[in-house]
Nanobody, 124 residues
Framework: VDLVESGGGSVQAGGSLRLSCSASGEFVDNDVCMAWFRQAPGKGLEAVAVIGYESVTIYAESVKGRFTISKGNAKNSVNLKMNRLEPEDTAVYYC??????????????????WGQGTQVTVSQ
């Protein structure tokens, strides 16, 4: 199973970016749980948002109201639309996936598959 992210880049505070993640391999024929995590410089991995069965979504408090996770047009693909970006959102963003969703969605150990990461930089 491969997860491939795209859409990172640099933007000024208040701007927007859209990240995408596509899964290939054995995921293609299954409904899976897909999430976004991020890691800021010098900090640990932080869960950002998850989308599960029937497109139920959960967000970290720090991004609620600004970020939107949604399923892409292709099966087992996911997007993260990020609005009103802040310098504190600067991080490497990772797509993660698993065959089932957990109530402990924010724990990285709940996901078996990870993308390579894409950099998001927000300047003042």
């Amino acid at each position: 199973v491969d997860l491939v992210e795209s859409g990172g880049g640099s933007v000024q505070a208040g701007g927007s970016l859209r990240l995408s993640c596509s899964a290939s391999g054995e995921f293609v024929d299954n409904d899976v749980c897909m999430a976004w995590f991020r890691q800021a410089p010098g900090k640990g991995l932080e869960a950002v948002a998850v989308i599960g069965y029937e497109s139920v979504t959960i967000y970290a408090e720090s991004v609620k109201g600004r970020f939107t996770i949604s399923k892409g047009n292709a099966k087992n693909s996911v997007n993260l639309k990020m609005n009103r970006l802040e310098p504190e959102d600067t991080a490497v963003y990772y797509c993660a996936a698993n065959f089932w969703c957990s109530s402990m969605w924010h724990e990285e150990l709940r996901y078996s598959y990870w993308g390579q990461g894409t950099q998001v930089t927000v300047s003042q």
